[in-house]
């Protein structure tokens, strides 16, 4: 039986742009940096959730799983940010948007009171695109 889901995969245009972003603009730890040949296994996550990570995924053909095809395809849908990344807590929404804003973080809708709770929406520098959500 499952019992809890762990990683949640993020495509990514630059692994190292990327890691900059999610480390340096968004607060979270590296997780794992492993190299497989030429595959780079890297994770980041919050302070406080331990046992999930986000996978920093590599858009760019690999012998695990993504051909040249597919490469082009889903960088298309993250640069329109047509992938979701995910939805991402904060005690104090207004106080988080500004500390972002003010890292450069991209933000495509400022905070707004929702009938679910209030909710800013951001875009990574690769263009996927975050729910940043404080519940009532």
Not at 1 to 8: D, E, G, R, W
Not at 73 to 97: F, H, N, P
Not at 115 to 122: L, R
């Amino acid at each position: 039986m499952i019992q809890k889901v762990t990683n949640a995969t993020i495509y990514v245009k630059d692994q190292n742009e990327a890691l900059r972003f999610y480390t340096e603009c968004l607060g979270l730890e590296v997780r794992a940096d492993q190299t497989l040949g030429d595959f780079r296994w890297l994770t980041v996550g919050t302070k406080g959730q331990p046992d999930f990570d986000l996978v920093l995924y590599a858009l760019k053909a690999n012998d695990f799983s993504l051909n040249p095809d597919e490469v082009q395809m889903l960088t298309q849908l993250v640069e329109s940010g047509k992938l979701g990344g995910a939805v991402l807590r904060a005690d104090d929404l207004q106080k988080t948007y500004e500390e972002l804003k003010g890292k450069g973080v991209e933000f495509l809708k400022p905070p707004t009171v929702e009938p679910y709770g209030t909710e800013a929406v951001f875009k990574d520098n690769s263009g996927n695109i975050f729910s940043l959500m404080q519940n009532k």
